[in-house]
């Protein structure tokens, strides 16, 4: 029995699509996740037309929440390399970092983690004033593995990135605008309108010059393999220990992977686990 299809696909135009992503409360990511979203890259790579594509959420409060904790691990080591010949976690978001169309993320609500990784691996990121972004693993014990240590470094700086990763807290849009972790912030009610507009704009241009001018930006920030297949090394190595364990069992305990639970404001929380 196949899986309920995580990713929605409208094609707008030939050269535009939009992508909204849904998967349970508060849209975890996980391991039927990874295998779909690596047939949806496939497709992107593949369509000879397409210009721009944007990723959004039909959940206001979270666009990827973080990676399903609860996730069946021997059902994730068991996964077989994507192209690139690394763990697909790692391969998606490779690829998803290169395909020739130019990717944007349209973030209202939280992006942590998993969903932080997603974002970064994308071209643009654009902001509603509700979005909050992070990385909160090392709260957990667990240090993050879709490198958005190497990303963030590239985008924001070294200090910067040390701030997010190592301090494990929330980065509401404002301030995740000043520091450059997404292109800018919208005012209510404005997000989807502003990056229709904008995705439309590009998907007008040629094709051949807007994947040109993505592949030579691309060559001065280039982020190389391996360190995206460390990190994903290091995740697995740090993750699940039994010395973190009661810090992820309290963390369920105040509503973990729930819709109205610690979820709101997981950075604080994990600050407050001792």
Do not use: C
């Amino acid at each position: 029995m196949s899986s309920p299809q995580q990713f929605r696909v409208d094609e707008v135009t030939p050269s535009y699509w939009r992508v909204t992503f849904t998967n349970g409360e508060v849209n975890l990511l996980d391991v039927d996740s990874v295998e779909q979203l690596a047939d949806l890259v496939t497709r992107i790579e593949q369509a000879p037309e397409l210009t721009v594509v944007v990723f959004r959420s039909d959940n206001p409060d979270f666009f990827i929440a973080h990676w399903d904790v609860r996730s069946d691990q021997a059902r994730v080591a068991a996964m077989r390399p994507g192209p690139t010949g690394l763990h697909p976690y790692a391969d998606n978001f490779i690829r998803l970092s290169r395909v020739p169309a130019v990717t944007i993320t349209e973030i209202n609500g939280r992006a942590r983690g998993a969903g932080s990784e997603f974002a970064l691996a994308t071209d643009i990121r654009f902001a509603g004033p509700r979005a909050v972004l992070g990385q909160f693993e090392v709260g957990m014990g667990s240090v993050p593995g879709g490198n958005p240590m190497g990303r963030l470094v590239r985008l924001i700086g070294r200090g910067r990135a040390m701030e997010v990763v190592l301090g494990a807290d929330d980065f509401p849009a404002d301030l995740a605008a000043a520091y450059g972790y997404v292109n800018r912030v919208l005012p209510e009610g404005e997000l989807e309108g502003f990056v229709d507009t904008f995705a439309r704009r590009i998907a007008g241009f040629d094709k051949v010059a807007v994947s040109d001018a993505k592949a030579l930006v691309d060559a001065a920030a280039h982020v190389p393999d391996e360190e995206s297949a460390a990190s994903l090394n290091t995740f697995f190595r740090t993750s699940g220990r039994p010395e973190n364990a009661d810090r992820v069992r309290r963390l369920f305990e105040l509503g973990l992977q729930q819709p109205d639970g610690v979820e709101l404001e997981l950075g604080r929380q994990v600050g407050r686990l001792r």
